[in-house]
């Protein structure tokens, strides 16, 4: 049997994927058990279709070519954003094709409907290719690592700004500046706000806590703070503490079975795993019951590597569709408890500018003792003038009882400044 297979969207990585099909096909046929050829591509723009060696004849700006041609065996889905991937996708799916989606937004915020349309039309929806780039990830927590109860799995999902980071690390340099020359470099797109933000890690996180936890997961219950707040002396501060700073997405039961979805910048200890993967790289730390900790590291975006994930999942749809079977993917339909976010509980550490002037430390030190926050230690190395900066870090402790105290400081005269507020996982 030929599998045939319509591509929607030749961007990086619609046409990242073409190619493979075709510069490997021959290896892909003996994998798959049947040939795998694209039949039809629709684009906005079937003049670049040349870019990636595509034959124009199966090129167009013709989206229901694709849908409505009964040969399709395959659609796969490049478009991004929501609409109208959503209503392609669903309408694929409806007419019996299998959908292969690179889309995060899409799964993260339709994923489990799309599911269920899925399993009810007897048909696959696989989307490796959402998150981690060329990392397998979705697979082997649907499949390897599925006689485990997960715990934990915390990850930088983000190339863009991890390589920011990395770079501020390297170069002691600000925020505003590293992402400038991201920008340059074409790591940060010309409106930065999806990445630093931490929008795109919120999307991935749903989509892996969705699968490891067993849970429908809703954007609004990932907590989420971006990085354009930090600074290179947050970096300076954590650096001599035996810190790195990247971008967490990290999703964790609580003991009584909640699940706390959180992303924001976080301090790692230096021998985390995770503390060493820079520039544009991504890795996921998991933590599951049986296997204990594991870690999957590569290259997070890309033509080559979100490309080569997606053909791995029009393999296996071929595979399915040759054999007359679908995965056993079954969308999950009892939501798990969400743990607070004002509940939740971790080191912080907080860097302030104060009046320079005796019984400043006291004053402070009264207000984080009132609201129940214990200092484990303070660090101070500039001043100017009549004023200082002061780095604590505390133990641990709650985000209720830091809101609390950060309410004070808004009142205490000493305080001028709470320039950043940062937490501490990995220990």
């Not at 649907?142 to 700004?161: D, K, P, Q, Y």
């Not at 990445?195 to 996180?205: I, S």
């Not at 892996?208 to 300076?236: H, K, Y």
């Not at 569709?321 to 798990?336: E, Y």
């Amino acid at each position: 049997m030929n599998i045939n297979v319509g591509i929607l969207g030749l961007g990086t990585v619609g046409g990242g994927a073409f190619q493979i099909l075709e510069r490997n096909a021959a290896l892909i046929e003996k994998r798959a058990g049947c040939p795998i050829a694209v039949t039809r591509i629709a684009t906005r723009t079937p003049s670049r279709a040349a870019r990636w060696g595509a034959d124009t004849a199966i090129v167009s700006d013709d989206v229901e070519a694709v849908l409505n041609d009964p040969d399709i065996h395959i659609v796969a889905e490049m478009i991004g954003g929501v609409e109208p991937a959503r209503d392609y996708v669903l309408r694929a799916l409806q007419n019996g094709k299998s959908v292969v989606s690179a889309n995060k937004e899409l799964i993260a915020k339709h994923g489990p409907q799309l599911r269920a349309v899925a399993e009810q039309n007897g048909v696959d929806l696989l989307f490796e290719g959402s998150v981690g780039g060329g990392i397998p990830l979705i697979k082997p927590l649907r499949e390897s690592l599925a006689g485990n109860e997960i715990c934990e799995l915390m990850g930088i999902v983000n190339g863009t700004t991890n390589f920011i980071l990395s770079k501020m690390t390297a170069e002691k340099s600000d925020f505003g500046a590293v992402l400038s020359e991201a920008q340059q470099l074409g790591y940060a797109e010309a409106d930065p706000s999806a990445d630093v933000d931490g929008f795109d890690a919120a999307y991935k996180l749903a989509i892996l806590a969705g699968i490891a936890f067993d849970t429908p997961v809703d954007i609004d219950d990932i907590a989420r703070e971006g990085i354009r707040g930090v600074s290179a002396r947050d970096i300076e501060y954590a650096t001599e503490l035996g810190f790195v700073i990247k971008l967490i997405a990290l999703g964790r039961l609580s003991d009584g079975g909640a699940l706390q979805l959180r992303v924001h910048p976080t301090l790692l200890p230096k021998n985390h795993p995770l503390a060493n993967v820079s520039d544009a790289f991504n890795a996921v730390f998991v933590r599951g019951d049986a296997v204990g900790d594991v870690m999957f590291y590569g290259r997070g975006a890309g033509d080559g590597p979100t490309g080569s994930a997606v053909v791995g999942d029009i393999i296996e749809a071929a595979k399915n569709k040759c054999r007359g079977v679908r995965n056993l993917d079954h969308a999950p339909q009892s939501k798990r408890a969400m743990h607070p976010f004002a509940a939740i509980e971790t080191r912080f550490c907080v860097r302030m500018q104060v009046g320079d002037k005796p019984g400043t430390i006291a004053q402070i030190a009264g207000v984080f003792g009132d609201a129940g926050v214990s200092i484990e230690s303070i660090v101070q190395k500039h001043s100017d003038g009549d004023v200082a900066e002061i780095f604590w870090l505390t133990h641990t402790t709650t985000q209720s009882a830091m809101n609390a105290a950060m309410a004070q400081f808004e009142q205490l005269e000493v305080v001028r400044e709470v320039s950043s507020v940062l937490r501490v996982e990995g220990e």
